[in-house]
């Protein structure tokens, strides 16, 4: 456990040194384990003092995981010349039963459809220069079933006089900038500020990255009050309009765009691969939701053979920023879908069986923390293997635990090179990329 223990030693300041400890143990179990990541699951493969009573224990505990993710991030994965981008998604889990805290239907992209589940929500930090996506702040999404029930409770009709077609007499235009935040997008508006305040002293950030479902002013709004500015993605069918170009000081919309035939003025670049041509216009536009001019950035796909079109419409509020960075910021978003896959795949988001609200956030949390510490596990080992994955990873420091086991049991320590042969063989059980070298056993 010493290395897990001096792994996490700078999160003193937010755990308690009993907590720290438990904690330790549950990171070297979840690397060494295989099967299903349950308390229960995790518990066989934690050294003594890692009993399923402690592990429940530590995910009945109030864990300040905000503070741990940045603590974390900043002792081991922070770099002060790289350029860091502000990217929120939500993940669903799906889960049965009853009981559990927060169970709900969301809508599930991976299936398609809403599923009967969970729903976090996760702001995670992507790295520009390395291109990887790093989660600082899980949240689960919990809706207000109060709320709820009132719209399912159908309006009462009140006969009377008809009101007369069109707007009342010397009613204005609502002002959009003035229009309050939905319950939504004021709980994202207050976990992004509270992120901020906490990274403020060493990190700046300008840009916040959401995917389609946020391309709507409430998001633009949500940024601007957190001085950052928004990327994000529109519909295919959005009414977009070139702003007025004449004389009258009333007037803001222009000519609707025509998706299928933009003015060749706007044409940024041009490239044909295969039978594919791409051709990518940037313009400031206007859409009727939103307050101020949109830098747009529309990335049409034509089928050479068969003539056929499609196209894709990204958006910033920031006017200045070059179409090939809205185009780059945007993709980077799609890192955030590698840290739900891998905290799903390998450390329990699918697994685990926590049903009250501690547990299920300590749950959640530690999937999404276990990603953060693999990349500074994979960072140190890398170098002797370039391509090892986290399932390297995992049979790595298996084979390393079986190892050591077996040394503790024979009376003569074999000579190194044959532990190290040993060590080669154990390790590779289950990889796919082995490190060529013996790391210490200890």
């Not at 030693?9 to 009993?18: D, E, G, R």
């Not at 070297?28 to 890692?50: A, F, N, P």
């Not at 029930?149 to 077609?165: D, T, V």
């Not at 891998?342 to 999404?368: C, H, P, R």
Request: glycine share 6%; with cysteine; hydrophobic share 40%.
């Amino acid at each position: 456990m010493s290395n897990s223990l001096s792994l996490l030693q700078c999160l003193v300041p937010a755990i308690t040194a009993l907590t720290l400890h438990q904690l330790a143990r549950v990171v070297e179990g979840l690397l060494i384990m295989t099967g299903r990541v349950t308390m229960l699951g995790v518990s066989r493969w934690t050294d003594k003092g890692g009993s399923y009573r402690t592990i429940q224990r530590l995910f009945n505990t109030v864990i300040p995981w905000s503070l741990v993710f940045w603590s974390f991030f900043y002792q081991h994965l922070f770099q002060v010349e790289d350029t860091y981008l502000l990217v929120g998604d939500e993940s669903v889990v799906t889960k049965s039963g009853k009981e559990t805290y927060g169970l709900d239907r969301f809508f599930s992209s991976i299936q398609g459809k809403p599923v009967k589940g969970l729903s976090f929500l996760t702001l995670s930090l992507v790295s520009l220069r390395e291109q990887r996506s790093y989660p600082i702040r899980v949240e689960q999404v919990v809706r207000d079933k109060t709320k709820a029930e009132k719209k399912k409770i159908a309006p009462q009709i009140h006969k009377g006089p008809r009101k007369k077609a069109g707007r009342p007499k010397g009613s204005k235009n609502r002002n959009k900038r003035d229009q309050p935040l939905s319950d939504e997008m004021d709980w994202l508006n207050q976990l992004i500020n509270k992120q901020l305040q906490l990274m403020k002293s060493v990190l700046t950030l300008s840009y916040l990255i959401l995917d389609g479902h946020y391309g709507h002013y409430g998001a633009v709004q949500v940024a601007q009050q957190n001085h950052l500015f928004l990327v994000s993605k529109l519909r295919v069918d959005s009414a977009l309009h070139f702003p007025y170009q004449g004389t009258d000081k009333r007037q803001k919309y222009g000519t609707k765009i025509n998706y299928n035939d933009i003015p060749v003025e706007y044409l940024k670049n041009t490239s044909t691969e295969e039978h594919i041509r791409t051709q990518i216009y940037q313009m400031p536009m206007r859409h009727k939701e939103f307050a101020d001019l949109l830098n747009v950035v529309i990335i049409r796909k034509t089928n050479l053979k068969s003539g056929a079109q499609a196209h894709a419409i990204l958006f910033s509020s920031d006017l200045n920023l070059a179409y090939d960075k809205v185009i780059a910021y945007y993709s980077l978003r799609f890192q955030i879908e590698f840290n739900f896959r891998d905290a799903k795949q390998y450390w329990g988001l699918e697994d685990f069986m926590n049903i009250t609200k501690t547990g299920v956030t300590n749950a959640a949390n530690l999937s999404l923390f276990m990603v953060n510490v693999s990349q500074v596990l994979l960072r140190e080992l890398r170098p002797l293997a370039p391509e090892m994955s986290v399932l390297d990873l995992k049979a790595h420091y298996r084979g390393r635990k079986y190892v050591a086991e077996t040394l503790k049991m024979l009376v003569k320590k074999p000579d190194d090179n044959l532990v190290a042969q040993i060590f080669q063989k154990v390790a590779r059980l289950g990889s796919i990329h082995a490190i060529p070298t013996l790391v210490s056993t200890s």
